[in-house]
């Protein structure tokens, strides 16, 4: 009997030491009858170092804290330090149909340029009841493309395609020209096998400076991209460094409030290479992804603004080794041609990644894009085609040749056999 009770005993008590062995199950999960699997601890997101102190804009909160889950992006040193265009900073992979809205989108910002006194209108025009394809056709082209702002070179570069085609009877439709156009016009937005635009993560943190000249749209640029930034969990920080006019330091205040991120100021006439400094130490200390530095357009002063940029270039530098990891040139699309010049200083001035092309849809001359990125052989990184953030749009060569110069389908049944 007594036996009999201690081999009870002895059966509950290895039953119990078994369970424990079993470990508790996690809080939520099933009981199951079996033994699991050993569970694998799931990947936390590199923690955010303490944050020095508080942002400056008094409704600002803590920028990145309220942000969503950091993408896999936010792993800085895993990141290889890519040519910008092939690693974009926001970029997942499009979702079905991704493509159509965005050629949707960047259609209703070129509307303008699609009226029929636009570029693309005046092409249609040009076309519909065309019967005879002839090389009389290129000088109509090119009419049209050198008055839409596309340039000199770069309209001798779309048209000889279009010319030897003709000559050699491979153009024998419109459908067969828009098709040569639209080829012509991607192969000169591949600038430098860049056919994406956008931004991507290249420091620790990476420094991004905005140039150009005034009204161009550097600080709504950099609103804007702020705004897309945080949204994607990237924490950033402003650097006021248009410190020649208080009204440009509290542009930019606004938009950081607006954003929720940090923005370094100097005092009224501060040295903008300093401020840019403070912005990067700043940004270093609260574990920040990104600065975006604003610039002035315009001094006050006898100082050249080239020799200006110059310096805070070379201020950026002193503050992180490599920076500034981009430096954006920001152009008025409105001002087409005419800004090339200007362009080009800051070309020889400084080593500039790629330009921003703003207020496209306030131009009916959309054929700028592929006369500034051919003529400055600069990639194309952003577009604007309005005054909200979700206006600002990452570069695509193919969805914006689609929706520059392709036709809906109601246009290309009705003008197809023109020929
Ligand atoms: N329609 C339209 N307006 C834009 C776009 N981008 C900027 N703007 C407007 O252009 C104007 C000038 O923009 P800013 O950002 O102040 O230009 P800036 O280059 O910072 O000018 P400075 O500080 O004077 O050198 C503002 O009214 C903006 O709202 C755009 O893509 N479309
Ligand atoms: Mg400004």
């Known amino acids: 009997m007594l036996y009999a009770l201690i081999a009870v005993v002895a059966v509950v008590a290895i039953y119990f030491l078994f369970l ?10 099933p009981p199951t009858g079996r033994a699991e699997p050993k569970r694998q601890e799931p990947k936390r997101p590199e923690p955010r170092p303490q944050k020095a102190d508080a942002p400056s804009g008094p409704s600002a909160p803590a920028s990145g804290e309220a942000s969503p889950p950091p993408p896999p992006s936010r792993k800085r040193d895993s990141i290889p330090a890519p040519r910008s265009a092939e690693a974009p900073l926001h970029v997942s992979q499009p979702p079905p149909g991704a493509r159509e809205l965005e050629v949707e989108g960047l259609r209703r910002g070129l509307t303008k340029s699609r009226e029929s006194e636009g570029f693309f ?11 005879q394809l002839d ?15 596309v340039g000199v070179e770069t309209t001798a570069l779309l048209l000889e395609r279009v010319r030897q085609g003709l000559e050699k009877g491979e153009l024998s439709d419109t459908e067969k020209v828009w098709d040569a156009l639209r080829a012509e016009a991607l192969r000169v937005l591949d600038v430098a096998g860049t056919k994406r635009g956008g931004l991507a993560l290249r420091g620790n943190p990476t420094v991004v400076l905005l140039v150009g000249v005034n009204g161009a749209g550097k600080t709504t640029t ?13 924490k950033v920080v402003l ?71 110059k ?87 193919e969805p914006f040749v689609e929706a520059l110069l392709g036709r809906e389908a109601d246009e290309s049944s009705s003008t197809a056999g023109a020929s």
């Open 135 to 149: 090389t009389a056709l290129v000088s109509e082209l090119e009419e049209v493309l050198l008055t839409s702002d």
């Open 311 to 397: 310096k805070i270039a070379k201020t950026a530098e002193k503050a992180l080794p490599e920076a500034p990891h981009e430096i954006l040139l920001v152009m008025d699309a409105t001002t087409g041609q005419n800004a090339l010049a200007q362009a080009r200083e800051f070309k020889e001035a400084l080593p500039l990644t790629g330009i921003v092309l703003t207020k496209l849809d306030g131009t009916a001359k959309g054929g700028v894009v592929i006369g500034v990125a051919h003529a400055l052989s600069l990639p194309v990184r952003f577009v604007g085609l309005g005054e909200r953030a979700e206006d600002l749009r990452e570069f695509s060569a």
């Open 20 to 29: 424990r062995k079993r470990g508790t199950p996690e809080l939520g999960a």
């Open 121 to 131: 209108g005046r092409l249609r025009s040009l076309f519909s009841g065309k019967r």
């Open 239 to 309: 650097a006021a460094g248009d410190t020649f006019r208080a009204a440009a330091v509290q542009q930019l205040v606004v938009w950081g409030e607006r954003v929720g991120c940090t923005v370094v100021k100097g005092k009224d006439g501060a040295d903008p290479g300093s401020v840019v400094f403070d912005a990067i130490k700043k940004a270093q200390e609260s574990g920040a992804d990104i600065v975006l530095a604003d610039t002035a357009g315009r001094l006050h002063t006898k100082t050249n603004l080239m020799t200006e940029m």
């Open 222 to 234: 950099i609103g804007k991209l702020a705004t897309k930034l945080q949204a994607a969990g990237h």
